[in-house]
């Protein structure tokens, strides 16, 4: 019997398997190799500072949360991941969110209504976007990093509440947001501001804190967004801002009222990794340092890196086809380089994305150095 919804299920995959767009979960690999796929930036996951202490704090606890936590905090370490967190990012105040995914649905749908103008950057991720949908609010992009087009956009809007929201470093292109240009429109046009740093915090900033620190914008940006599932390697995500924001949040934002709380042990591993980042705050500098001697060295030998000016560098191919031919190639020399195909980005714009890490050495970005010049030379 034909049942139409999952025959449209069917379709999609077929159309999927035609564009060289079908998804699928890569199996669990133990292989020795070059490993660029992660988001572990610092490598934290190696680091035994952090794992013993995680496992001091996490003692024989590891159980679950049990409750949504405004029914039952059965960990301590919220509050003690809470306060390192707001010391952190130098804010009157933080709260945890069960992922940095959940952060940004929960807190853009809780903050907007649908009198609400939201200014958004085209290349902005998926969960603000989704957080934007959800909120029912009017929703412009802007042009990645345009602030010609966003004046053009605030200029435009007669709405009272106003939020404009940005990625402080982009997931896909590694480069950094024009902070300062968007606070000083935010004040001009009396929108709020809100920043997703989960690729700048543990790397930017005097206090590994973030873009906003290194740019020092802490006045124009009124809420701050960012993981732990990134440079430090747990799972979670964080508001961080003022006392009046995060009481509205904890009336406000579903995924925190409506879903049970993280582990013990998850928050456990949490503090320990913000712990360490705080205690080492320029690690973070000797990772981009790493990253700018393969970025060059790339163009050097005619790759185009786009604007990429951090950790992420993405290595334009151009379509679906060429990103997973070029990542197959270096999959068999033994190195991990996802190829990234739409719609994470846009047509024309596939990619390779390299995120350096300070797992990989300098033999390691040799070898791939050579391995790409070598792919090159073996299309001409
Ligand atoms: C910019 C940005 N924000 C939020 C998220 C979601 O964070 P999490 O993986 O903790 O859900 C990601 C994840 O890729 C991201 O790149």
Redesign the pocket.
């Known amino acids: 019997m034909s049942i139409p919804l999952l025959d449209a299920l069917y379709e999609d995959k077929l159309r999927r398997q035609s564009e060289s767009l079908l998804r699928k979960l890569p199996p669990h690999r133990n292989e020795p190799g070059i490993d660029f796929s992660g988001?572990s930036y610092l490598s934290l996951q190696n680091c035994t500072l952090v794992t013993e202490e995680a496992a001091r704090l996490a003692e024989d606890k590891l159980s679950g949360n049990m409750a949504s936590r405004l029914i039952s905090q059965a960990s301590p370490l919220y509050e003690e991941l809470e306060k390192e967190t707001a010391d952190w990012k130098g804010c009157e105040s933080a709260l945890v969110f069960?992922?940095?995914?959940?952060?940004?649905t929960g807190i853009i749908q809780a903050v907007c209504n649908r009198g609400t103008d939201i200014f958004c950057d085209k290349l902005?991720?998926?969960?603000?976007i989704d957080g934007c949908i959800l909120s029912g609010g009017h929703f412009f992009r802007y042009r990645h990093g345009d602030m010609k087009h966003l004046k053009t956009l605030l200029s435009a809007s007669a709405a009272r509440r106003k939020l404009i929201v940005t990625?402080t470093?982009?997931?896909m292109d590694g480069d950094r947001a024009p902070l300062e240009d968007i606070c000083e429109l935010g004040r001009r046009f009396k929108c709020a501001v809100m920043v997703?740093?989960?690729?700048a915090a543990g790397i930017l900033g005097k206090n590994a804190s973030g873009l906003v620190e290194e740019t020092g914008t802490e006045d124009g940006v009124h809420i701050r967004?960012g993981?732990?599932?990134?440079a430090a390697a747990g799972?979670?995500?964080f508001f961080a801002g003022s006392k009046l924001i995060k009481d509205f949040l904890v009336n406000n934002a579903r995924p925190l009222i409506y879903s049970t709380g993280l582990p013990h042990s998850v928050l456990a591993y949490n503090l320990a990794a913000v712990r360490y980042i705080r205690n080492n705050p320029t690690v973070g500098k000797t990772l981009l340092e790493k990253a700018d001697r393969f970025r060059k060295a790339l163009e050097a030998s005619g790759w185009d890196c786009m604007d990429s000016s951090t950790q992420i560098i993405p290595v334009l191919a151009g379509s679906a086809e060429n990103a997973l031919r070029l990542s197959a190639f270096l999959k068999q020399n033994g190195v991990n380089a996802p190829a990234i195909r739409p719609p994470t980005v846009p047509k024309g714009k596939e990619r390779i994305r390299f995120s350096v890490h300070l797992g990989i050495d300098d033999k390691d970005i040799e070898q791939v150095f050579r391995l790409m010049n070598q792919y090159r030379l073996m299309q001409k």
């Not at 993981?227 to 990134?230: G, N």
């Open positions: 988001n069960n992922s940095g995914y959940a952060a940004n902005n991720h998926a969960s603000i990625d470093v982009f997931s997703d740093e989960a690729h967004i993981t732990l599932s990134k799972l979670g995500g």
